[in-house]
C-alpha cells in the first residue's frame, strides 16, 4: 500500500539533529585533500611539461606558480600533504584495533588538524 504521508515528512531529518563530529570533519577533509593533491600534482606535471616545451612555455607556467595565488596553492598542497599523510597513519592505527573509542577517536582528529599545521609551518621554515 501507498505511504499517504510521505510528503509531510522530512527529506532528511538528521540533518536538524546531527551534531558534526571531529571524525566525520576529518574524514570527510581527508577526502577533500586527496582530490586537492591530485588538482596540485596536474599542476606540478604541467610545470615540469612548460620546462621541456620550451622558453615560452616556462614562462607562463612559472609565472602562474610563482604568482601569489600559486605560492597560495603550494602552501595550501603543502598542508593538505601533511594532513592526508597524518590521516592515513589514522586509519593505520584504527585498522590495527586501536584508538576506536569516542574520546581517542576524537583526539586524534583533533591531533591530526594541530600537527599538519605544526608540519607545514616547520616545512615552509626549513624548506
Do not use: C
Amino acid at each position: 500500500m501507498a505511504d499517504v504521508n510521505r510528503g509531510n515528512r522530512p527529506l532528511s531529518p538528521h540533518l536538524s539533529i546531527y551534531r558534526p563530529q571531529w571524525t566525520s570533519i576529518t574524514s570527510i577533509l581527508v577526502r577533500i585533500t586527496g582530490n586537492a593533491l591530485f588538482v596540485a600534482a596536474l599542476l606540478i606535471v604541467w610545470w615540469f611539461v612548460a620546462a621541456a616545451t620550451g622558453p615560452e612555455a616556462f614562462a607562463i607556467a612559472n609565472g602562474v606558480i610563482t604568482s601569489w595565488f600559486g605560492k597560495l596553492i603550494m602552501l595550501g598542497s603543502i598542508w593538505a600533504l601533511w594532513y592526508h599523510t597524518l590521516g592515513g597513519l589514522r586509519h593505520l592505527v584504527w585498522d590495527s584495533g586501536r584508538m576506536l573509542d569516542v574520546d581517542k577517536s576524537e583526539m586524534a582528529g583533533q591531533m591530526m588538524v594541530a600537527l599538519s599545521v605544526i608540519l607545514t609551518i616547520f616545512t615552509v621554515i626549513i624548506l
